[in-house]
């Protein structure tokens, strides 16, 4: 494999690999496994539900379902290598890094959307939990770092339809009427 960003990519990943013990790495990257991730989603999903925003709730079961129909088709057009398996191949894009963040940024939204009050700490929360996949990832040496960044980007829009299928729930619903309901 070639390309200009192979060098900067194996150069950060022989920096970082093997960094920090796999007894601390190993737990990191097992947080976007789908038996971690998806039942944090699936709380979110009914929290959402029995908050009367259905909606965004199906839209995140949804994005969640697409991540495999994205990721699985480029593992297998890519064939990339590993950083410690080079015989092996479909390390791009990293499914662990595209299921955790998934996972826990619709849960972010989904409670944010949720509840009466605008909290911050469910984005924090998503945002260390899946920076913490990605870097458990890559200094395990499961993946290379464009295949997280990979990820990332290519399950960014999700995240984009799900956030606006939840500001569009919060807007029909509640005290405030919507143009179709008309005042009480």
Known sequence: MSGPSLSPDRALSRALVRALPDTVTEPLADLGGVLVAVP???AAMFYAARRGRGRG???AGLAMALVPALVVPLKEW???PGPLEPWAAGYFPSGHTATAFVAYGCAALLVTSASRTRRRWPGAAALVLTG???FGLVVRG????LDVLGSLLLCTPLLIAVSRSCRSTGRSSGRTPSR???PS
Not at 142 to 145: A, E, T
């Open 142 to 145: 499961f993946h290379w770092p």
């Open 57 to 59: 709730a199906l839209a």
């Open 132 to 134: 913490a996949t990605a």
């Open 180 to 182: 179709r309901s008309g």
């Open 78 to 80: 890519t064939a990339r």
């Open 40 to 42: 944090v989603l699936a």
